[in-house]
Structures are given as C-alpha cells and as structure tokens.
C-alpha cells in the first residue's frame, strides 16, 4: 500500500517561491517515477514536472527554468522547488505515482 501526503503550498507574492515536498510511505521508492501534477477548477490536471527512479527529470514547457524537482532515496521524499511564481501558477498541486497513487492536494496561491 502507497500513501502520499503533500505539504508546503501556500500564499505567495508572485516572484516568491514555495518549496512543495511529499512523503511516500510504501515500498521500493527509489525505482518509482514520482511526479506533481496540477489542477485548477475546471481544468483537467496537467503533468508539471517527474523524476525517474534514477533521477532523470521532465517538465512541463510552462514551468522549465523556474521550477526543479527532486528526490531524496534516503528519506523517501520528492521536492518540488518553485521559484518566480506567476498568479497563473496558482492550483492544487497533487504529488502522483503512476498509474494509480495520488496525494491529497496542497493549495498554491500567487497573489499580491
């Protein structure tokens, strides 16, 4: 059984930055794809960015140069670091292990 849970999301300015990490509990973290995802009401939830077991990463065209991800094996966590953020940025972003495992959600907000 894997278990995500999300933290970090936020108020803030744009230009700031948030730092959005999600703990795995479950087994063999360090060969799952691990991504975050991103939902605004309306919209379908679009892929933001992944990092393979090993540690290669994609992102979405719309946030390359200013959003990285990251794993730590160690500690079985997956960072999202996201730095001049635009109030377009602003959703719920879902930490996802495909196909099937989804976090709860965490609130991003880019707002004066």
């Known amino acids: 059984q894997v278990q995500l849970v999300e933290s970090g999301g936020g108020l803030v300015q744009p230009g700031g930055s948030l730092r959005l990490s999600c703990a795995f509990s479950?087994?063999?973290?360090?060969?799952?794809?691990m991504c975050w995802y991103r939902q605004t009401p309306g919209k379908q939830r679009e892929l933001v960015a992944l990092?393979?077991?090993?540690?290669?990463?994609n992102y979405a065209d719309f946030v390359k140069g200013r959003f990285t991800i990251s794993r730590d094996n160690t500690k079985n966590t997956v960072t999202l670091q996201m730095n001049s953020l635009k109030p377009e940025d602003t959703a719920v972003y879902y930490c996802?292990?495909?196909?099937?495992?989804w976090g709860q959600g965490t609130q991003v907000t880019v707002s004066s």
């Open positions: 996802h292990n495909p196909p099937r495992y």
């Open positions: 990092v393979f077991g090993a540690g290669g990463t």
């Open positions: 479950g087994s063999n973290f360090n060969i799952r794809t």
